[in-house]
Each structure stands twice: as structure tokens, then as C-alpha cells.
């Protein structure tokens, strides 16, 4: 009698994705990816849910990838983008972020002290507006202060 042992590899997830970001200003959108299995065969895009004529095969597995979409956002305002993860065995992943245009210039307002103003004391407090810049969440004063923002 004789017998042979083929291993098998059973994988059923996708390929998990991690910061995934859009920059506007080069076109490029960047992520991470691992699979914990048999490997990445590659990647799928769908910009508002309509798939991309661009795929990307992998032929070695990296820590994180890069694609420029540029063409594809053009003048979009906003837009839903969303990567998929395909591994060898077919099992799919995918990760999707919503992008929003905006100024990357935004306008400062101080109302408060003026210009001239003479203190004697350290401690002054500011007041003014950020105008031309819709997606803001937080102002941060000194790299380590958030500023009260009302809406």
C-alpha cells in the first residue's frame, strides 16, 4: 500500500488594506496591503462605484503601493474611491475613502488683537475666522494647541 501527503492550503479572506489616502495635488493614491495567506494576485478601482479600466497585477508583494488616478478625479468636487484587494485564491478585500476638493489655501482672518495692540501680558487671546476652506475640522495654534471652532 502506498500513500501521499499533498499539502492544502485553505484561504478565505482578502487582503486587508490600511492607509488608504488621495493626495490631489500629485494624483496619487497610496495604500498598504498584506495578505495572510497564499499572496496578492492585485488590485481593482472604482471611482463612484464604477470600475476602472486600470488594474494592477502583482508580481512582488511590497508593503504598499501607489497608483495615479489623477485623470480619473479631474474636476470631481467629490467623490467616493474605493481600492479592491484581490488575492491568489480569488478572495476579495476592499477599503474605500470619500474625497473632498478643496482650497489647499486657506484664508486667515484675525479680528482680535489689532494690529497695534499693546499687552502686558503673555497670554492674549485671539479671535477671527478661516474663510476658503470648507473641510475644516480643528485649527491648531503652535503645532499644539486646538483653537475653540464654532461653525
Not at 65 to 80: F, M, N
Not at 102 to 122: A, Q, S
Not at 131 to 144: C, G, P, Q, R, T
Amino acid at each position: 500500500m502506498q500513500s501521499k501527503k499533498i499539502p492544502i492550503t485553505i484561504d478565505t479572506t482578502g487582503p486587508e488594506i490600511t492607509d488608504l489616502a488621495y493626495d490631489n495635488k500629485t494624483g496619487k493614491l497610496t495604500w498598504k496591503s498584506e495578505d495572510k495567506g497564499i499572496g496578492i494576485l492585485g488590485f481593482m478601482f472604482m471611482i463612484n462605484d464604477e470600475l476602472l479600466e486600470d488594474t494592477m497585477i502583482i508580481e512582488e508583494e511590497a508593503s504598499s503601493y501607489e497608483l495615479d488616478i489623477g485623470k480619473y478625479i479631474g474636476d470631481l468636487r467629490e467623490c467616493e474611491i474605493t481600492v479592491i484587494s484581490v488575492d491568489k485564491f480569488l478572495n476579495i478585500n476592499s477599503e474605500t475613502i470619500i474625497y473632498v476638493a478643496d482650497n489647499y489655501d486657506p484664508y486667515i482672518f484675525i479680528m482680535k488683537p489689532g494690529l497695534l495692540d499693546v499687552y502686558n501680558t503673555n497670554e492674549i487671546f485671539f479671535e477671527g475666522y478661516v474663510a476658503n476652506y470648507s473641510a475644516l475640522h480643528k485649527v491648531i495654534i503652535n503645532e499644539d494647541v486646538e483653537a475653540d471652532v464654532e461653525f
